[in-house]
């Protein structure tokens, strides 16, 4: 039997509490999304956004009396952000509603809701490789605190703010900065923080620099992984389409088919802003 769309109000009631459940989940667990600057192209049309970046003006000198400026060039660059559709479906059956003490819906709603968030993390963890400059330890060797303020100092030759400069680190390779925190006394709650995203994973803040780990941060087959300090201007994010969260009957099966998807693509904007480090990933 053909897909049929079920307009009944169990039907509307299984919508809602999936919809609900997974722009919550979403809401919490894309953390990295709230670290880079975002750029809404709903309701635009095509798929690649054109973000403009102006050049910094270099050392200005001293004018004599009456001197006549001569025109500087702040023309902008166009960097090309393009956005594609992720998704994930998932099928719940009536038994298996009818007969579970649980949600069925809103736990369907958190894991596809889930997966949205970790696809969004990834794309911009995968730009990570393509910052110009590294200031890590390389490849075996342990993350240290010392790296951190190296890469604070890079970011400050360049004239970057540090009011919104993080680093964002694999889970082990957080491990021995983690350490070190710790011994030295440093409460990481004692930090404002934005939600339970950033809660959990919040490390500290060395140097001006906020420092959170994501899973998401690829590991290498030699047990290495990249992470980056960046400014919340070095990367950009397009969203073509927010959290969509859709359902259909399909009564062969006598269930439902629910589909989640999203649209969004990300990439650098100023490679001045960011800084990779490749460090050992294993504990």
């Known amino acids: 039997m053909a897909n049929e769309i079920d307009t009944a109000n169990s039907a509307g009631q299984i919508f809602e509490n999936i919809t609900q459940a997974a722009q919550f989940v979403l809401n919490e667990n894309a953390l990295l999304k709230q670290l880079v600057t ?3 192209m709903q309701g635009t049309p095509g798929l690649t956004a054109s973000v403009p970046v102006y050049p910094k003006l270099g050392a200005l000198s001293a004018l004599a009396a009456g001197a006549d400026l001569s025109n500087s060039d702040i023309a902008a660059t166009a960097v090309d952000i393009t956005a594609a ?3 994930a479906m998932a099928t719940i059956q009536d038994i298996v509603i009818e007969s579970s003490p649980l949600s069925v819906a809103q736990d369907a709603g958190s894991v596809l809701g889930s997966g949205i968030a970790q696809a969004m993390d990834e794309v911009i963890v995968d730009l990570f490789t393509s910052a110009s400059t590294e200031v890590g330890p390389g490849a075996g060797a342990e993350l240290t605190v010392e790296h951190i303020l190296k890469a604070a100092a890079t970011l400050r030759t360049n004239s970057v703010p540090m009011n919104e400069v993080v680093a964002v680190i694999h889970p082990k390779q957080a491990f021995n900065l983690k350490k070190t925190l710790l011994n030295s006394g440093t409460n ?3 930090n404002a923080l934005v939600n339970t995203a950033a809660q959990s994973y919040f490390l500290g803040r060395v140097g001006g620099v906020d420092i959170y780990e994501s899973a998401s941060c690829d ?3 030699s047990d290495d992984a990249i992470g ?4 919340r201007g070095a990367i950009g994010m397009v969203m073509k389409r927010d959290l ?3 359902t259909q009957r399909d009564e062969s099966i006598r269930g439902f088919e629910i589909i989640g998807s999203s649209a969004f693509g990300a990439g650098i904007l100023d490679q001045a802003k960011i ?9």
Request: charged share 20%; net charge negative.
């Open 275 to 283: 800084v990779k480090m490749t460090a050992d990933a294993a504990l």
């Open 244 to 246: 969509r969260i859709a």
């Open 188 to 190: 990481p709650s004692a």
């Open 219 to 221: 590991v290498d087959g």
């Open 38 to 40: 975002v750029y809404d």
């Open 85 to 87: 559709e992720f998704g």
């Open 228 to 231: 980056a300090v960046f400014h």
